[in-house]
């Protein structure tokens, strides 16, 4: 019943972020501009300015001061949005931390876009994997139309009040940012029912009674203050749990959402293809993901046992749903849209290759790190990482765990 | 810091204080702490408004200025500013 009232617009990626922020009755949005995020805050000023929506718009002079402006802002019980990308996520550092240190459920859209030098305006992941330890849930979109739906559950996801972790929206820049697509958007009402009213848990205040969790005039508290070596580590500790407690939660959403919207992402953290019998697989993060998709369908035609793991939420990472989809698998390549100088392959090859150790069969896991820049990700290349898995297979030797696809020697 | 220690499944989130900072005793973080000599001190009342932890008091009934070594961190200000050099600071222990 209710997907027939969705309507289908065609919205590039930022601009399907905007329309969802829009619908979620958000209270307060601070940005500043950069490429390729800008299209979603010049969306939602006009929004603003055409009064479509009641929302307290905070044009500021930096992204530190514009997370900064939300993280106040949300810790007053705001419901908030920001948009970054790049050097603009880079700025937000070090507030990236304290928002998720004074557990406010703001909201961040990542069109992801390398980091300078030499500059570059277009996708990779380096700016949003750079920043996977500072206690933000991370989602990674595959095409516009989850983008619109991630944002959307978003809210509900940093706001459940058992929860409070801020969660960035991350989908890759040009690629889905300012690429148009048909994408399906709920009513406004039914948004709105579905992220509904923020609730505050209760905490006990300074004179040791239970208040709500915000900063009130009439109800005064005190946060984040200083916290030395006799209690910081418990409170990082309580993070942690946190974030062990997300899975649930993100389930619960993305369950939810799915009921009212008719559209899943796997099961909200993992979203498989064709590998309950595969034999060699990819994994990758996303709008890459559909172009592995179709190679997976053209070596299936041919009657060779390929998958795809596309992982969905990064943090908190999906330990049980990666070791179960891939312990079967005999050899595994490892998208990664980002580097690690000096390291030994990308994030995502880290994460998954030691998450399989204490998997029952260890599968081959070599590691691709590929499309830095924005360079583009064509299927023959991907064909040519399936037809080293087969390499891998056939010999029994791996010539390189990390390669770097798509660059000129 | 040497009162019983919460562990981190019983204290508030996001380091809300559960308890006001008075219970929470700074001073063993000083060095030097501050000795007033009321010979020299004309009670001029400078001091208690610019020890910036309030460290230093004037007690109405008594009509004599105090500190507070549970918070007094020994910055040594009060010293700095008396205008008849009143407050020495003398290391820990040796007054």
Known sequence: MVKNQQKVLALNGDEAVAFAVKQSDVDVVAAYPITPQTIIVERFSEYVADGEVKTEFVCTESEHSALTACLAAAVAGARTFTASASAGLALMHEILYVTSGCRAPVVMAIANRALSAPINIHCDHSDSMVERDCGWIQIYAENSQEAYDSTIQAFKIAENRDLLLPVMVCFDGFFLSHTLENVNVLPDEVVQKFVGIRQFPLVLNHRGKKAHFKLDPNNPLTMGPLDLYDYYFEHKRQQEEAMQEAPQIIRRVHDEYAEISKRRYGNGFIDPYYLEDADIAVVSMGSTTGTVRAVVDQLRGKGVKAGLLRLRTFRPLPVTDIVRALENVKAVAVLDRSNSFGGYGGAVFHEVRHVLYDAKSHPYVVNYVYGLGGRDMPPDIIQGIFADLQEILKTKRVKGYVQFAGVRE | ?95
């Not at chain 2, 009670?43 to 500190?67: G, H, N, Q, R, V």
Request: glycine letters at 6%; proline letters at 8%.
């Open chain 2, 1 to 95: 810091m040497s009162q019983e220690q919460k562990g981190w499944k019983e204290i508030p989130i996001a380091g809300v204080c559960w308890k006001p900072s008075t219970e929470y005793p700074t001073g063993d973080w000083k060095t030097f702490k501050p000795v007033r000599d009321p010979k020299k001190c004309t009670k001029c009342l400078l001091c208690p408004i610019i020890c910036p932890d309030a460290a230093i008091k004037w007690i109405k009934t008594t009509e004599e200025i105090e500190f507070d070594y549970n918070f007094c961190k020994g910055c040594g200000i009060c010293a700095n500013e008396c205008p008849t050099q009143a407050i020495k600071m003398v290391r820990e222990g040796e007054a």
